[in-house]
């Protein structure tokens, strides 16, 4: 079977649709594939235990802090044993896919990319933030609203960097899947995928039953297994109308 590595904060049973949404994605790719977990060990997990996982092949985790200079800098930042570690982890198997559920992962994705030439990496979007900071600073571009102007810089050059980077990526909003193609023309087509977010579904289902076919967990197998076959040798199952 092939092997999947999925990267994520820790996620199971805490509060927040992104939590929801992690929960969901793990679910859907330890059911159908052979999975390992690499969760993310934040400043409050230094102190406090990891809450339990399951459902994985083998669990990981690697510790990471943000560095605050004037702003919060939006990507994980990891010592040099910690890097150590997660090439050790990336050697120790043949991961064909590597799936990073948050943008901050951006360090990671670049590790693996050297040491990992024949690996698919992903990167779920949950949101494109540098949107948010900037509507925000165009609302009040005030000299004490500058942080908010900071924010949008910083975001706007991880998402630039990030979408340069020669993956796949899931994108949980229809605006911002469709503003990204239009951005980045010469991209393939298919380096971008719309994942929409299952609580959507949830509450669609209860108003008007959806096909099988058309659920947010045959979109991410269809999204997985795109990967491994020409796209037009998928069954029409795993396609999404």
Known sequence: MRKILYVDEPFNNLPGKGNQRSSFIWETLHTHFDADLLLIKTPQYLTQPLPEHSGFDQVFSLSAVYYRFWIKLPVYQFSQESKIKFAAILNQKAYEIIIFRRTACLPLLEQAQKLLTDCHLVVD?????SEGAQAQWRANPALTNRGK?????????V???LLSQSATF???????????????????????VLLPDPLKDNEAVKAKPLPKTNTSCSTVIWAVRRIWKPFSCLPATFIPR
């Not at 979007?125 to 933030?129: A, P, V, W, Y």
């Not at 102007?149 to 050059?157: I, K």
């Not at 994108?171 to 380096?191: C, L, N």
């Open 125 to 129: 979007i949950d949101s494109l933030h």
């Open 149 to 157: 102007y900071l924010e949008y810089q910083s975001w706007s050059y």
């Open 159 to 161: 998402e630039r960097k």
């Open 170 to 192: 899931w994108f949980r909003r229809k605006a911002e899947y469709e503003q990204v193609i239009k951005s980045y023309p010469a991209r393939r087509r298919d380096s971008f």
